[in-house]
């Protein structure tokens, strides 16, 4: 597989050539064109050897996120005999990052920066609690593993953050972490009165060793802008 990145930083696109059989992983709604060699097949997003159990979880994430207008849980496969070319593009305009996965490390990513992955990785999807939810800045997480090239994009550029000890991320600025971290969700400003009063509602609080990827920009508040605007 040969891949490119066009019309970066703000307004990237991912350009793909696969060759004969291999495949390419992409979000629901992300492909802007393809070549008539390849097929696409769409499936729930599970994982590849996901049971009845992890699959009945996702689709309970997916009828959940789907009320509240979050992203699709389903996936489209891009694959055919022959290869092709194949062009993905993230719903909002920012970067989008190649990050190679060795088999040795999870990355952790924001179900809406997922765009694309090829090789044996495997993505699942988990359910970031039913506090972020009842707030309306739930997080749903893809538990991304194995080996290949995974693409992920921002709303915005992308800031490479170390975390050493732990460290504090607004939900609506985050973009992805690697497995090793483990976060939590709490109110900014520290209970009820910091989550109602201080505009900055839920975020992730992070502990341990490891690095996070932070978007510049963040989409619920350009939700609330437009909102305004439209009232």
Same mark, same amino acid.
């Given at each position: 597989m040969q891949h490119q990145i066009d019309h970066g930083p703000a307004f990237g696109t991912l350009r793909v050539q696969l060759?004969?059989?291999?495949?390419?992983?992409?979000?629901?709604?992300?492909?802007?064109?393809?070549?008539?060699?390849?097929?696409?097949?769409?499936?729930?997003?599970?994982?590849?050897?996901?049971? *009845? *159990?992890a699959k009945l979880k996702a689709v309970f994430v997916a009828f959940i996120r789907k009320a509240m207008g979050g992203e699709s849980a389903f996936v489209n496969d *891009?694959?055919?005999?022959?290869?092709?070319?194949?062009?993905?593009?993230?719903?909002?305009?920012?970067?989008?990052?190649?990050?190679?996965?060795?088999?040795q490390k999870t990355l952790f990513v924001q179900a809406g920066s997922y765009l694309a992955s090829t090789g044996d990785i495997d993505t699942k999807v988990r359910f970031g609690g039913l506090k972020g939810m009842i707030s309306g800045e739930g997080v749903t997480i893809l538990e991304c593993t194995g080996t290949g090239d995974l693409f992920i994009n921002s709303y915005?550029?992308?800031?490479?953050?170390?975390?050493?000890?732990?460290?504090?991320?607004?939900?609506?600025?985050?973009?992805? *972490?690697?497995?090793?971290?483990?976060?939590?969700?709490?109110?900014?400003?520290?209970?009820?009165?910091?989550?109602?009063?201080?505009?900055?509602?839920?975020?992730m609080k992070f502990e341990g060793q490891g690095t996070i990827y932070i978007q510049s920009r963040n989409l619920p508040s350009l939700a609330g802008w437009v909102a305004g605007l439209l009232n």
């Amino acid at each position: 597989m040969q891949h490119q990145i066009d019309h970066g930083p703000a307004f990237g696109t991912l350009r793909v050539q696969l060759g004969p059989n291999e495949i390419i992983q992409a979000e629901a709604g992300a492909m802007v064109r393809q070549s008539t060699t390849l097929t696409m097949d769409t499936r729930l997003n599970a994982g590849r050897k996901a049971g *009845f *159990f992890a699959k009945l979880k996702a689709v309970f994430v997916a009828f959940i996120r789907k009320a509240m207008g979050g992203e699709s849980a389903f996936v489209n496969d *891009f694959h055919g005999p022959q290869g092709g070319e194949v062009v993905l593009a993230p719903s909002l305009s920012g970067n989008i990052h190649h990050h190679v996965l060795d088999g040795q490390k999870t990355l952790f990513v924001q179900a809406g920066s997922y765009l694309a992955s090829t090789g044996d990785i495997d993505t699942k999807v988990r359910f970031g609690g039913l506090k972020g939810m009842i707030s309306g800045e739930g997080v749903t997480i893809l538990e991304c593993t194995g080996t290949g090239d995974l693409f992920i994009n921002s709303y915005g550029g992308i800031t490479k953050v170390q975390c050493n000890g732990t460290y504090i991320v607004d939900t609506g600025h985050m973009v992805a *972490f690697e497995g090793n971290i483990k976060y939590s969700l709490t109110s900014a400003g520290g209970g009820l009165k910091g989550l109602m009063m201080s505009g900055e509602g839920l975020v992730m609080k992070f502990e341990g060793q490891g690095t996070i990827y932070i978007q510049s920009r963040n989409l619920p508040s350009l939700a609330g802008w437009v909102a305004g605007l439209l009232n």
